[in-house]
């Protein structure tokens, strides 16, 4: 099939189906691997992000982000212990990541990480509601009232303080009525301080960091997905076009965790997609294509996400 016959195919075909594809193989992919993985807290963990695939304006006419630049969001809720993304949407660039936060499928008792860019004071009051955990960066210095210093500081670990306290400011004591805490934490790598606000009152102050350092998953997921599903190149203008080709690589990436979790190895699913993506056609059965091959730590695929906390 030719490029413009497929792109002209990709125009017609309902995205949804690839969607609903999509959502089933998420399901599929996440109980078969729930368990594989040690994690040093029992909640379930994901991460919430999103990453801009930028479009030019003047063919993909239906996207919106300024001035003569077109492009998407894909909003991933990604599940840090499975390593297989729970939820996706897809919007235009134009949208504000926060006002996508309150179409997570929330579950009570787990623990959602959230990048600065979601510092929303009312929709992490709703989180709270729900009976569910956040780990959120702080966007800028929020004021606030200390109700209960720990005074607990370890230079050892980077704890910088743990305190229990109450907004002041107009707005967010509105938005967010009750106590929350705040750990202050220093990165001796890259040389910066960091400020993490949260509702779970029992984890320790390093597990809290911690947390916010498995944000690098979701980040690592969104290179993957770019560099070696190729979505940064879409064959068809369309919006269905580009939905399904979304969407396609999501299956794709689903399928190697279900294939990784099946025959039990012992490679994470960017090894996995590593030998597969360079093994197209060669006839060597799968299983014996994989099974010699080397472990590899996914944080050795990019150190600067692993060491660092990003921007």
């Known amino acids: 099939?030719?490029?413009?016959?497929?792109?002209?195919?990709?125009?017609?075909?309902?995205?949804?189906?690839?969607?609903?594809?999509?959502?089933?193989?998420?399901?599929?992919?996440?109980?078969?691997?729930?368990?594989?993985?040690?994690?040093?807290?029992?909640?379930?963990?994901?991460?919430?992000?999103?990453?801009?695939?930028?479009?030019?304006?003047?063919?993909?006419?239906?996207?919106?982000?300024?001035?003569?630049?077109?492009?998407?969001?894909?909003?991933t809720l990604y599940d840090v212990k499975t390593d297989v993304p729970a939820f996706l949407i897809v919007t235009d660039a134009s949208v504000h990541d926060s006002k996508v936060m309150d179409e997570i499928p929330y579950e009570a008792d787990a623990i959602y990480i959230f990048d600065r860019a979601y510092m929303d004071t009312g929709q992490l009051y709703a989180i709270a509601l729900l009976k569910a955990f956040f780990v959120v960066r702080e966007k800028h210095k929020m004021k606030s009232k200390i109700i209960e210093d720990k005074q607990y500081n370890n230079p050892a670990t980077g704890i910088m303080a743990d305190q229990i306290v109450k907004f002041t400011g107009p707005k967010t004591k509105k938005k967010y009525p009750k106590l929350i805490r705040r750990v202050v934490y220093y990165d001796s790598i890259g040389n910066r301080t960091f400020v993490f606000y949260t509702n779970n009152m029992d984890l320790t102050a390093e597990d809290i960091a911690e947390l916010y350092k498995n944000r690098w998953s979701v980040e690592l997921f969104f290179k993957w997905l770019k560099q070696h599903l190729h979505i940064k190149e879409f064959y068809g203008t369309s919006e269905n076009a580009v939905n399904i080709q979304i969407y396609s690589a999501i299956i794709a990436y689903c399928l190697v965790a279900i294939v990784g979790s099946e025959l039990k190895l012992k490679m994470s699913n960017y090894d996995v997609l590593r030998v597969v993506g360079v093994s197209l056609f060669d006839k060597t059965p799968l299983k014996e294509l994989l099974k010699n091959e080397s472990i590899e730590d996914p944080r050795e695929l990019d150190e600067q996400l692993w060491l660092e906390f990003e921007d």
């Not at 994690?39 to 003569?68: E, G, P, R």
């Open 1 to 75: 099939m030719t490029r413009s016959n497929l792109s002209k195919a990709n125009e017609v075909r309902e995205a949804r189906i690839f969607k609903d594809y999509a959502d089933r193989l998420i399901d599929i992919a996440r109980r078969k691997r729930d368990g594989l993985k040690e994690f040093f807290v029992k909640n379930k963990v994901f991460a919430f992000d999103s990453t801009t695939i930028s479009l030019c304006l003047s063919v993909y006419w239906w996207t919106k982000l300024h001035h003569s630049k077109g492009g998407v969001k894909a909003h």
